[in-house]
């Protein structure tokens, strides 16, 4: 039987050594459908619920395995479902490459059924290229193209391909005219290196601080063996934006955690205090938590230079990859006595950790959520990969969670889009079968789109080495991120008809899916009810009944927010006294210290 150009597909991503596609079926692409089965499966096609969450699982793995997450999609609807996912691939830098079919090209033109503009729906997402193949010989060039690109700008790509195309017999390129040929499916790696008088002036600058911060994204996760040497070098803090929290274990004493809205109080005085600042592989956005203009002499180091000098006046910015700019950088440093500095910070950073402790134990109705992530942080095994979601929950995640050993962590950074813990956590297993996953989810995006894709989790489980994912949603029946949002930044109090969750029971979804399940609503049950799940042999589920009312108070909190909260709760809002007492109680915790 002759080979089609689905067919063909499926044989360059397999010679890619592409492994799984996630996907959903549609018309659009019945001819990659159909190849599917002809290849045996090869890859592996892992259906979603929903295109949306294909794309979310291509990104989890993509950031989990290091590899190109490549996924399928219908023409129409189902190419428009999957832009949600792909937009956080793109803002996040992460190597995504988007399959979708379009209708025959008989009809194109002819406002046929499923019909859009595929072109101009995918222009923006998939910036970096964007091809429509409508011959057969375009195929080869076409689709590597695609996976090279996303590789190497760390971006998302697409190739869209008409449904009657997919079923045609496949002819190669051939060497003539106007036909092009493609090379032989491989990674392209390299290493760039800034000039070397660049590197010395960045050098001087850190070499002429006393007070020396260092902030790490991403970008730095090759680099942390780098990073820990300059830091001991400079005497150096080291703080973390939120999609760099996996990069150094937060047991080492100079790591200040989070920064921004969702950082710590360490971290927060680090910037505030110091006098030099080197930013490696992060474009967090909030400049207001980074030093006030003019009081830092600063560098920043990432392999893209159009972000360098975005954030911050960087008085040397170097365009390079993280360890071998570092690399090249650190025999230029001379090791300063910053004893004074650097036990400051290491004394700040442990207080931290001792008032996240106090915040977590203190009583709540009748969790608080903060003890769900500080219980779980000392029992997670060093081999875990934790996801989050978007809500008050990431907080606790940001906060309370201790990264060590070989952890891993991620989330939606720059897009903060609801509904992809789950998804990622999913994409998480196929990177690595072999190790246990937790997503951490609150109620609000369990509903959106989380409860599907447990089927989903259910569906694949017996191919992964160690089925161990556990899903913890933080069961508080409120869109609670919002809620704190509307009184902090909106002065306005809760609004019942748009944050109020109607309520289930999560846990007896899952046990009708043959999870394992605990419902926690006594504090006291939260560390067996880990030891449970994490000690288990299959996925699992922890329904965890959180109170709303705990609020995530920025160590840093504003005049204005504070004052916007307490004209919300003037204006009536339904838990006005519950929401003083927890918030004063949390509060207090930062200044009591080892009570």
């Known amino acids: 039987m002759a080979e089609t150009v689905g067919d063909q597909v499926l044989r360059r991503l397999r010679e890619w050594d592409v492994e799984q596609v996630f996907g959903y079926p549609g018309d659009g692409i019945n001819g990659i459908v159909a190849a599917f089965g002809e290849a045996g499966n090869r890859p592996r096609f892992v259906q979603s619920r929903h295109e949306e969450?294909?794309?979310f699982a291509a990104v989890g793995y993509a950031k989990f395995s290091g590899n190109v997450g490549v996924c399928l999609a219908t023409s129409g609807p189902g190419a428009i479902h999957l832009l949600n996912g792909l937009y956080d691939a793109k803002l996040d830098h992460v190597p995504v490459v988007a399959i979708v079919g379009q209708t025959a090209r008989t009809a194109m033109g002819g406002s046929y059924q499923q019909e859009v503009d595929l072109q101009a729906l995918l222009a923006d997402v998939a910036s970096a290229y964007l091809v429509e193949v409508n011959t057969a010989e375009q195929l080869p060039n076409a689709l590597d193209r695609a996976l090279r690109t996303a590789w190497g700008q760390r971006t998302v790509t697409a190739?869209?391909?008409?449904?009657?195309?997919?079923?045609?017999?496949?002819?190669?390129?051939?060497?003539?005219?106007?036909?092009?040929?493609?090379?032989?499916?491989?990674?392209?790696?390299?290493?760039?290196?800034?000039?070397?008088?660049?590197?010395?002036?960045?050098?001087?600058?850190?070499?002429?601080?006393?007070?020396?911060?260092?902030?790490?994204?991403?970008?730095?996760?090759?680099?942390?063996?780098?990073?820990?040497q300059v830091a001991e070098l400079t005497g150096a803090g080291v703080a973390k934006a939120l999609l760099g929290k996996d990069v150094l274990s937060d047991e080492l004493p100079y790591v200040t955690g989070s920064i921004g809205l969702l950082g710590t109080r360490p971290t927060y005085e680090l910037m505030r205090d110091c006098d030099t600042l080197l930013i490696v592989g992060s474009n967090?956005?909030?400049?207001?938590?980074?030093?006030?203009?003019?009081?830092?002499?600063?560098?920043?180091?990432?392999?893209?230079?159009?972000?360098?000098?975005?954030?911050y006046p960087t008085e040397v910015n170097l365009a390079g990859e993280a360890k071998a700019t570092l690399r090249a950088l650190l025999p230029q440093l001379q090791r300063k006595n910053a004893a004074s500095w650097r036990s400051g910070i290491e004394s700040s950073v442990s207080e931290w950790w001792d008032t996240m402790r106090q915040q977590a134990m203190l009583s709540a109705e009748p969790v608080n959520p903060q003890r769900v992530v500080h219980e779980l942080s000392v029992r997670l095994p060093e081999d875990a990969i934790i996801t989050a979601d978007s809500g008050?929950?990431?907080?606790?995640?940001?906060?309370?969670?201790?990264?060590?050993?070989?952890?891993?962590?991620?989330?939606?950074?720059?897009?903060?889009?609801?509904?992809?813990?789950?998804?990622?956590?999913i994409g998480a297993k196929f990177a690595h079968p072999d190790r246990p996953v937790v997503a951490l989810v609150g109620d609000g995006a369990m509903q959106m789109n989380g409860l599907a894709e447990l089927l989903t989790i259910a569906r694949y489980r017996e191919l992964w080495d160690d089925q161990r994912l556990v899903v913890c949603v933080f069961h508080n029946d409120d869109l609670n991120q919002v809620t704190w949002e509307l009184r902090a930044m909106g002065g306005a109090p809760k609004f019942e008809e748009s944050?109020?969750?109607?309520?289930?029971?999560?846990?007896?979804?899952?046990?009708?899916?043959?999870?394992?399940?605990?419902?926690?609503?006594?504090?006291?049950?939260?560390?067996?009810a880990w030891e449970r799940v994490l000690g288990g042999r299959g996925p699992a589920l922890l329904d965890v009944r959180c109170d709303p009312e705990v609020p995530p108070i920025p160590p840093h909190?504003?005049?204005?927010?504070?004052?916007?909260?307490?004209?919300?709760?003037?204006?009536?809002d339904p838990n006005t006294w519950h929401v003083l007492m927890q918030g004063a109680k949390t509060k207090l915790q930062e200044f009591l210290p080892g009570r």
């Open 53 to 55: 969450m294909s794309a």
């Open 159 to 228: 190739v869209i391909m008409p449904n009657d195309l997919q079923e045609q017999t496949y002819s190669p390129p051939q060497h003539e005219f106007k036909h092009v040929p493609s090379a032989p499916p491989s990674t392209p790696r390299s290493v760039v290196l800034p000039p070397e008088d660049e590197i010395a002036r960045a050098a001087e600058v850190l070499n002429s601080g006393e007070r020396v911060a260092i902030l790490v994204g991403q970008g730095a996760r090759n680099a942390a063996h780098e990073v820990s």
């Open 284 to 311: 967090m956005p909030y400049s207001q938590f980074l030093p006030e203009f003019g009081q830092a002499r600063a560098v920043q180091i990432d392999v893209d230079a159009g972000v360098l000098g975005m954030r």
């Open 392 to 425: 008050s929950s990431t907080n606790w995640f940001a906060r309370n969670l201790r990264i060590r050993g070989r952890m891993r962590a991620s989330l939606s950074g720059t897009l903060a889009t609801m509904g992809a813990g789950v998804p990622y956590a």
């Open 499 to 528: 944050q109020t969750l109607p309520d289930m029971s999560y846990a007896a979804f899952a046990a009708a899916l043959g999870f394992d399940t605990v419902s926690v609503d006594d504090p006291e049950q939260l560390g067996p």
């Open 557 to 572: 909190a504003t005049l204005e927010q504070m004052t916007s909260t307490a004209e919300a709760l003037a204006k009536g």
